[in-house]
């Protein structure tokens, strides 16, 4: 091991022991200060002469940094210069965009982190985290060995659903790594215990196939049962490798992604943020709206707009949010109606899958819908009709809540709550002043993109983000930090919980549902506890771990600043 964290022995402070002297020192992301080292650390680590003689302040760094990032034209080479900060200083690159986490997340995550994605091949610089390709099946567990030390957290993709832009192959890796970089940024897990990993099973994306700079795999995709077996090797191979380690899926197509959770959801400790992430964000909005509305959970219906990953775990989780406020399964299972691409799921449709069937509505329930054409009931008419409290956009399709859809919500109620979550801004399904201005401003709006605030009627709208970020770190954190065994949807409930009693009424007053993304690490914090608190109540983490729980996942929290450090001399085995 080339350094280690520890603690003094007299003081208890925090410092970096290190194997290594001079250049080594600057090479390694997690040690390199640059010129942030001391004189006196200069001469201990002989690295006198390696870096200009001024010896700068963390601050210092960050203004000359910024001042760089803000030269930059474009998103994409913002989102390159950030990444070959994070290539040569971690410290500095998350201090920095913990400082400017608003203006920086669009760049490190969605959406800019799209484009590095299609880009891949031709941007690549530095290697990070785990290439396991297909033809390496054999040999996964020394692949993952490979990795400098057991970690905490890891992000896997086949990277064939990345964000809005299907799929992008190798260049899918860009999306672990960012999201880790927002488990770091967001929630404190340590960078070094982070690993984004890309498994490469081919390329139906012609485009990269044509292109000689492609860095993936030159085929087709494996499917079927070569594709599950290579899923199933790769699973059993990290709980053997690194069998503490929480697994999150990510972007995958949506029925690898249910197929993935349903099979290994009781063998390991592992979730998929796009399904259940997703959902204890929306939920948590949900349940922070109704502190607006002064109306109970129990009493809420919704309608969702758009049937796949997305709608199907907000679906579930709201059936439990329901369940837990006092309704049967059925009950809470009738309060909810999906519309698709062909309009209102009803029973009367052959051979849907079995997300759709679940929350179809049977026949008989809507024969007295006014409609046009029983066969196809359109989401006005379905908002008409069914009368809904709440209405959730996650279909990818601009326009679809149009002023018939919000004036007819409108209608029904006196605070409707619009949610039109697809991503990027383009996708989604009216904007944030559409939702108000056809409300007559009555509209309780949060987006899955960020929108400026909306002034109607002499009043501004802070318009909250449905930010995955304010769930999914802190879920890493407190499984991560409670030693937790399995991640179950309880925990997510909780989680969306813990968040909504987080927005203050300041947020609350302005219109928005989720806090200021600034309190981010605040949030994460709390859905941790809440996390573990849950955990412990079924069973799956120790109970030892609550005594003096909030503190123990603040400890666990790392802050980016630098530590001293150490030489430690290598004494011959
Ligand atoms: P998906 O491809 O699994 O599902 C899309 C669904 O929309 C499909 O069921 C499709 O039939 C339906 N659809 C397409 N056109 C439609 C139309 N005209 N009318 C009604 N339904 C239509 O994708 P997903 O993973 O569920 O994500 C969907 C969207 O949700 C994406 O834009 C994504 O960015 C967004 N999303 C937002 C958040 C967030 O804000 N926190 C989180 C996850 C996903």
């Keep these: 091991m080339e350094w280690s964290i520890e603690h003094d022995s007299v003081t208890g402070e925090e410092y970096i022991a290190v194997d290594m002297r001079g250049e080594p020192l600057l090479r390694d992301p997690f040690t390199n200060k640059s010129t942030a080292f001391t004189a006196a650390e200069r001469e201990a680590l002989g690295l006198d002469g390696l870096v200009p003689p001024a010896i700068s302040t963390i601050d210092q760094q960050l203004a000359r940094v910024y001042e760089n990032y803000r030269v930059k034209q474009t998103p994409l080479e913002r989102y390159i210069h950030l990444a070959s900060l994070q290539d040569r200083n971690e410290t500095l690159f998350f201090r920095l965009v913990h400082d400017h986490i608003a203006e920086m997340m669009p760049i490190v995550y969605t959406p800019v982190v799209g484009q590095a994605c299609q880009q891949f091949s ?17 040999r996964i567990d020394a692949i993952l060995a490979n990795h400098a030390r057991p970690p905490a957290v890891i992000v896997v993709t086949d990277g064939e659903r990345i964000l809005g832009l299907g799929d992008q192959g190798v260049g899918g890796m ?7 970089s927002l488990y770091t940024a967001c929630a404190g897990i340590p960078p070094y215990l982070t690993l984004p990993i890309m498994l490469d099973v081919g390329t139906g994306n012609q485009e990269r196939l044509n292109d000689p700079l492609y860095l993936g795999l030159r085929h087709q995709r494996i499917r079927g049962a070569e594709y599950q077996d290579f899923i ?11 069998p503490a380690a929480v697994l999150q899926w990510e972007d995958f197509l949506k029925a690898n992604a249910i197929t993935q959770l349903a099979r290994f959801g009781d063998r390991l400790c592992t979730f998929n943020d796009d399904i259940q992430g997703t959902a204890a964000v929306v939920v948590a909005g949900l349940y922070a709206a109704l502190r607006i509305t002064g109306q109970a959970m129990r009493d809420q219906r919704v309608v969702l707009g758009g049937a796949g990953a997305a709608a199907q775990g907000i ?4 059936v439990a949010a329901l369940c837990d406020a006092g309704l049967s399964h059925e009950e809470a299972r009738r309060r909810i109606c999906t519309v698709d691409s062909r309009g209102l799921v009803t029973e009367a449709r052959a051979d849907m899958e079995d997300f759709k069937a679940a929350y179809a509505r049977p026949v008989a329930d809507v024969a007295s819908y006014v409609c ?12 008409r009709n069914f009368a809904p409290t709440i209405l959730v956009g996650t279909s990818g399709t601009s326009g679809l809540f149009t002023e018939g859809v919000i004036r007819a919500m409108a209608a029904a109620n006196d605070r409707p709550i619009v ?10 399904e009216c904007t944030a002043e559409e939702a108000i201005r056809w409300s007559d401003g009555r509209a309780i709006v949060a987006t899955g993109s960020p929108f400026d605030p909306v002034v109607y009627g002499g009043r501004t709208h802070r318009i909250g983000q449905g930010n995955n970020a304010f769930v999914f770190p802190g879920v890493g954190l407190g499984l991560w930090a409670g030693g937790v065994r399995r991640a179950t949807n309880a925990m997510f409930l909780d989680a969306a919980r813990a968040l909504a009693q987080l927005v203050s009424q300041a947020d609350l007053d302005q219109g928005a549902v989720y806090p200021e993304l600034t309190r981010i690490r605040h949030c994460s914090h709390a859905v941790a506890c809440a996390v573990i608190r849950r955990a412990v109540a079924e069973g799956h983490a120790a109970p030892e771990v609550l005594p003096g729980l909030e503190e123990t996942v603040s400890r666990a929290m790392w802050f980016p600043a630098y530590r001293p450090m150490r030489y430690r001399r290598h004494v011959p085995a």
């Design 122 to 138: 031709h941007i690549y610089r530095r290697p990070r985290g785990l290439y396991i390709s297909y033809e390496q099946r054999d």
């Design 174 to 180: 860009g999306i672990p790594t960012g999201k880790l």
């Design 232 to 242: 199933d090797r790769f699973v059993e191979a990290v709980m053997r490798v690194y």
């Design 315 to 318: 679906a579930n989780l709201f």
């Design 372 to 383: 046009r054409d029983p066969g196809h009931i359109t989401l006005e008419e379905t908002v």
């Design 419 to 428: 949610f039109p979550l697809s991503n990027p801004t383009s996708k989604s």
